[in-house]
């Protein structure tokens, strides 16, 4: 969150998140949110379903995102947040198969993706946070 806000003063960005937690501007994302915590509240299953999903979500966001810049400082808070995201959700995948003996099934990432994904080791950050200073 540090990093995002950092670059939105960088770069003259209004800051899309909401005061309220839950609330969010984009009709699409505020469905998918609806969608996913009423799922995730029947049960603990579902509720790490409903997590994996966030993090599919968010590496596919990302993904397309970092397609629009070619901004080094931009792209590099993109990868680290699509590094966590990628060990989020090999640690929903974990916790799913450990609390149920269930196998995650993919809904967002393709087959390949998302096999990509659980074949890479964790991946720590690593790489520079950008500064306040322009």
Do not use: C, W
Request: proline letters at 5%.
């Amino acid at each position: 969150m540090d990093a995002i806000k950092i670059l939105l003063d960088r770069y003259d960005l209004a800051d899309p998140a909401q005061a309220q937690p839950g609330i969010f501007s984009d009709p699409d994302l505020q469905t998918l949110y609806d969608q996913l915590l009423a799922s995730g509240i029947q049960s603990l299953e579902n509720a790490i379903k409903a997590g994996g999903a966030v993090e599919e979500v968010d590496i596919l966001d990302l993904l397309a995102r970092t397609e629009l810049t070619e901004q080094a400082e931009i792209l590099n808070v993109y990868g680290n947040l699509e590094h966590s995201s990628k060990n989020h959700l090999r640690a929903f995948v974990r916790a799913l198969a450990r609390q149920t003996g269930e196998t995650y099934q993919p809904q967002y990432l393709s087959p390949e993706a998302y096999q990509a994904i659980l074949d890479g080791a964790s991946q720590g950050g690593g790489r520079r946070f950008p500064s306040n200073q322009p």
